[in-house]
């Protein structure tokens, strides 16, 4: 069974850290991208951070650069976000996603975690 399991969230104080994991089961780890996404209610899904499968390229979106950093261990098949001097604004649901390119159909394969809230207090 494939899972994604992102725990990892909570309430935190503006300027606090949190550090957000995701933890996969059910495929090869090692294959896929994986992406952190944060959605607040009444808004469209953005992209926040994503690496790639073999960890040697990052994205990070404007809004999180320098204060996020995210990683990946495939020995453990766990990727982690780390959210520093977070601001009011970066409330929001996470969710990681793991995606890569089927080779033969060409057609992406992509599987989300269940989302946890991240509360950031002024």
């Known amino acids: 069974e494939v899972q994604l399991q992102a725990p990892g969230g909570g309430s935190v104080q503006a300027g606090g850290c949190l550090r957000l994991s995701c933890a996969a089961s059910g495929f090869t780890f090692d294959d896929y991208v994986i992406g952190w996404f944060r959605q607040d209610p009444g808004k469209e899904r953005e992209m926040v951070s994503s690496i790639s499968n073999n960890g040697r390229s990052t994205y990070y979106a404007d809004s999180v650069k320098g204060r996020f950093t995210i990683s990946k261990d495939n020995a453990k098949s766990t990727a982690y976000l780390q959210m520093n001097s977070l601001k009011p604004e970066d409330t929001a649901v996470y969710y990681c996603?793991?995606?890569?390119?089927?080779?033969?159909?060409?057609?992406?394969?992509?599987?989300w975690g269940q989302g946890t809230l991240v509360t950031v207090s002024s």
């Open positions: 996603n793991a995606v890569r390119v089927d080779s033969e159909s060409l057609t992406l394969v992509d599987y």
